[in-house]
């Protein structure tokens, strides 16, 4: 399976700021997806990052709110945009794998705490 | 859409006992079903999956079953190890849904030495 690394880890952040995460792939992928994970809760799909053309995203999610970047097929950031407490979370990117048959593999995450 | 309910939400054995998490799907279109397995802190991995075109699978303690006519699948741990324990997510690839995947709710498994 692909490499994928995430930064930042974790990071802290004041109300109202916004935040990028960047993602990384040691092998060109034709779709990335990020994900949301909520303390406690299961992974839930933010929208999925096509390289040249706009991310799609998931009913309950914006662009406004969680612009996507894709300039290559190696690289994306998902950005969360006027942060609010209820933003605290895991965000994971996401890759499928070489069958072709919908596995996913995911990278480290990042952890946002916003205060 | 597709819809995964996994069940059951906690679960706690023994050492050396097996472990059941079910979950069932909605949409008669999904045809691959993966497990995942989430240590406290740290990333989703995938561990066993199972397509449409079988019943079951096996890969040394864990196997999956699926039963597509009543839309459930499961995930069985033989010979439970404390290392076992960690939250385990199935999931569902929503084929009628652009090909992604829609995760269950997640069971916490606690083995116990």
């Known amino acids: 399976s692909a490499v994928i690394s995430q930064k930042p880890s974790r990071d802290i952040c004041q109300r109202g700021t916004s935040l990028t995460i960047q993602c990384q792939v040691d092998?060109?992928?034709?779709?990335m997806f990020w994900y949301r994970q909520q303390p406690g809760q299961s992974l839930t799909l933010i929208a999925t990052a096509n390289q040249g053309s706009e991310a799609t995203y998931e009913s309950g999610f914006v662009i406004d709110k969680f612009p996507i970047s894709r300039p290559n097929l190696t690289f994306s950031t998902l950005t969360v945009s006027n942060m609010s407490p209820e933003d605290s979370s895991i965000y994971l990117c996401?890759?499928?794998?070489?069958?072709?048959?919908?596995?996913?593999?995911f990278g480290e995450g990042s952890r946002l705490t916003v205060l | 859409g597709e819809n995964v309910e996994q069940h059951p939400s906690t679960l706690s054995v023994q050492e050396g006992d097996s472990a059941v998490i079910k979950c069932t799907y909605s949409d008669s279109a999904s045809n691959y079903f993966p497990w995942y397995k989430q240590e406290l802190g740290k990333r989703p991995q995938l561990i066993i999956d199972?397509?449409?075109?079988?019943g079951e699978k096996k890969d040394q303690r864990i196997a999956v079953t699926l039963n597509k006519t009543a839309k459930h699948f499961s995930l069985h741990i033989t010979e439970t190890q404390p290392e076992d324990s960690a939250v385990y997510f199935c999931a569902a690839l929503a084929y009628n849904q652009g090909g992604k995947l829609i995760f269950g709710q997640g069971t916490e498994l606690s083995v116990k030495p």
């Open positions: 092998s060109q992928v034709t779709m």
């Open positions: 199972i397509r449409s075109n079988v």
């Open positions: 996401s890759v499928g794998g070489t069958s072709g048959f919908g596995e996913l593999f």
